[in-house]
């Protein structure tokens, strides 16, 4: 185990100051008193650990991934349980992906305890920072930077920084569970085979931003990405996965018998935790789920059909998110009523209950941490 030493930070937040903030604190704009941060060098490997006051880092210019982009990140939460415990979600998934963006980063992997440590050592330094109250949350940001100084792509760089941060954070979209409208991009692309579309790397949003724009100058509120190949297969929603519901609503005399799809991990879409969640979580309620590819052709004419009654999208920032209405340059549609459905809707409940320890863990997720 790699030790971290304690350097407390001797101005923090002054209490009443710090409940003022948590009242509203949106998301990814206000941050707690401390960080960590550890460093690695190819002569001495990970080497001092420290938990100390949140603050800026002072680089070189010629510093590596200013020029080169050799960085990752992650992103999960903390949260106040009804208990009073503050817990942690899958944080084991977490550092699981982390080493697997790290290897194909050409980065040095990081021990999966020593990656969980330093959330704990983070959380529970800064509890006070964990906002009460069911969709409030403090959003932890791990990462990691090359930080060699000099210039030439040759090789990797021989030295990085990991750092967590961590920010209070209310419901990523301010609209709560309303309805997104979502743009299909068929002018940009954000990942080919082969590249980095699988993995946390900040050079997939940099590229995004273009199409993101375009989208919101249309009135939509994000990007609904497709292959880049043939710019008809379905991948994913901005930094988040897609579902796509069938059979919510029984005919007259039957039973419906839902069930959720969602584009198979090709390499090219990110393999999000909250979507493996949502694969193991939906049997458990009778909802069948599988993953299997969708063309923009078929996500319309199905819902002109009334066959896919419901579609959400889904991460670690926004939970679930009901996608309302798609626009494109040559039609738009409305997904049923427009409105969120029973499965979506469900599905939601059922994954925040367990966040919160509304609801027993049956998948042993929830990592207690004070």
Same mark, same amino acid.
Request: net charge negative; charged share 20%; with cysteine.
């Given at each position: 185990?790699?030790d ?12 009443? /100051? ?21 460093r690695?060098?190819?002569?001495? %490997?990970?080497?001092?650990?420290r938990?100390?006051?949140y ?19 992650? %992103?999960? *939460? ?7 415990s503050i ?9 699981a ?19 969980i ?45 990991f ?14 569970? !309303?309805?997104?409208?979502?743009? &299909?991009?068929?002018? $940009?692309?954000?990942?080919?085979? %082969?590249? +980095? ?19 919101? =100058?249309r009135?939509? =509120?994000?990007?609904?990405?497709? =292959? ?19 059979? %919510?609503?029984? !005919? ?12 198979? &991990? ?14 193991k ?6 909802? *069948?789920?599988?993953?299997?590819p ?12 009334? /066959? ?13 998110t009901?996608?309302?209405?798609? !626009? ?5 549609? +409305?997904?049923a009523?427009? +409105? ?15 966040? $919160?320890?509304h ?8 990592? !207690?941490?004070?």
């Amino acid at each position: 185990m790699i030790d971290f030493e304690i350097r407390p930070s001797g101005q923090p937040v002054p209490d009443a /100051e710090r409940e003022a903030m948590l009242r509203s604190p949106g998301f990814g704009q206000l941050f707690t008193d401390h960080m960590i941060t550890l460093r690695w060098s190819a002569e001495q %490997g990970w080497h001092d650990g420290r938990l100390e006051p949140y603050g800026p880092f002072t680089l070189d210019p010629a510093t590596s991934v200013f020029h080169y982009s050799q960085e990752f990140f992650e %992103g999960l *939460k903390a949260y106040r349980q009804d208990s009073g415990s503050i817990t942690l979600f899958r944080p084991d998934a977490n550092a699981a992906r982390f080493n697997s963006t790290a290897r194909r980063m050409a980065m040095p992997e990081l021990p999966a305890e020593t990656f969980i440590r330093a959330l704990e050592l983070l959380v529970a330094h800064d509890r006070e920072w964990v906002p009460a109250g069911e969709g409030n949350s403090l959003y932890l940001r791990p990462f990691m930077i090359a930080t060699q100084r000099g210039l030439g792509v040759n090789h990797p760089s021989s030295e990085y920084l990991f750092c967590v941060i961590a920010s209070p954070a209310a419901s990523y979209f301010a609209s709560g569970v !309303k309805p997104v409208t979502v743009w &299909l991009s068929q002018e $940009y692309t954000r990942a080919a085979p %082969g590249g +980095t579309g699988g993995v946390k790397t900040g050079g997939n949003y940099a590229a995004a931003f273009v199409a993101q724009q375009q989208a919101v =100058d249309r009135g939509c =509120d994000q990007v609904v990405w497709l =292959d880049a190949a043939e710019h008809r297969w379905v991948e994913e929603m901005g930094g988040m996965n897609l579902f796509f519901v069938r059979g %919510g609503a029984a !005919k007259e005399g039957e039973t419906a018998q839902p069930w959720i799809a969602t584009p198979p &991990l090709t390499g090219t879409l990110l393999p999000g935790i909250t979507r493996d969640s949502l694969l193991k979580l939906a049997p458990q309620l009778g909802i *069948k789920a599988v993953e299997e590819p969708i063309t923009i052709d078929q996500w319309q004419a199905e819902c002109a059909a009334g /066959e896919l009654t419901e579609v959400f999208a889904c991460g670690t920032a926004a939970v679930i998110t009901p996608v309302g209405q798609v !626009k494109s340059e040559s039609a738009t549609w +409305t997904i049923a009523d427009g +409105t969120p459905g029973p499965i979506t809707t469900r599905l939601r409940e059922e994954l925040i209950a367990i966040q $919160y320890g509304h609801h027993p863990d049956p998948f042993t997720w929830i990592h !207690k941490v004070c």
